[in-house]
């Protein structure tokens, strides 16, 4: 089916694990985005990718790693899991143009828990 | 920096009562999204607003945008319950790399008999 896919859904882990959070997209969008949503502090871009091999840190990067080697992959990995990094995920994609669009279509989060 | 305030954070209505929700930026931008939430589940774009002076209506939710003010306006006609959930405005941000939206902190609607 057409859509955005995020995986796993939910996933606990322990401090000091790597983690890989998937997402892949069918609709050959050139924008992908990581976001984390806490309590708080509403959704904040942790990374995002305007094309394949082009990646660029948003607000909150530290502690995370994207690659994007074909344009419906965009994996996060936490390298070295934080309790602070213990939040709900969501991958999403766009097609921006001058005359419109860049509307954000949303996975359905990954829900992790570090211990 | 594009900052977005939305407000207020928290909402409690009755039904069948009218209410708007604000959404204020601080750097130009002509491009603006409504998005709902419902618990533990995705966000579902409701509304993207291109120009100054844009509105759409979808059933009991407006949305307009007015681009010189900074502001953009969600406005609910006689609340039902099926309208609790969080709302979310994102804001283009020309200062980033183009596509990246900066979200508010969200409005959390409560509609109650």
């Known amino acids: 089916d057409a859509g955005i896919t995020q995986s796993p859904r939910y996933k606990i882990t322990e401090t000091g694990r790597q983690v890989t959070l998937m997402c892949h997209q069918t609709?050959?969008?050139?924008?992908m985005f990581w976001y984390r949503q806490d309590l708080g502090h509403g959704l904040r871009l942790i990374y995002y990718?305007?094309?394949?091999?082009?990646?660029d840190k948003g607000e909150v990067p530290d502690g995370y790693v994207v690659s994007r080697s074909k344009t419906e992959n965009f994996p996060l990995t936490l390298e070295s899991a934080t309790r602070s990094q213990t939040s709900v995920y969501f991958c999403a994609s766009s097609e921006w143009s001058t005359s419109g669009g860049g509307e954000l279509f949303f996975g359905e989060g990954s829900r992790l828990t570090v211990l | 920096e594009l900052k977005v305030e939305q407000n207020p954070l928290f909402l409690s209505m009755q039904e069948g009562k009218n209410y708007t929700i604000y959404c204020n930026y601080s750097?130009?931008?002509?491009?603006l999204y409504w998005y709902r939430q419902d618990p533990g589940k995705s966000l579902e774009s409701l509304f993207v607003?291109?120009?100054?002076?844009a509105v759409k209506q979808e059933g009991r939710l407006m949305a307009s945008l007015d681009t010189k003010a900074r502001l953009s306006t969600l406005h609910i006609t006689a609340a039902v319950h099926d309208l609790s959930a969080t709302y979310f405005c994102?804001?283009?941000?020309?200062?980033?790399?183009?596509?990246?939206?900066?979200f508010g902190k969200g409005t959390k609607l409560s509609v109650k008999p």
């Open positions: 990718s305007a094309a394949a091999d082009i990646t």
């Open positions: 750097t130009t931008s002509d491009r």
């Open positions: 609709w050959s969008h050139s924008y």
């Open positions: 607003l291109l120009s100054n002076g």
């Open positions: 994102a804001v283009l941000n020309y200062g980033g790399s183009q596509g990246n939206l900066i």
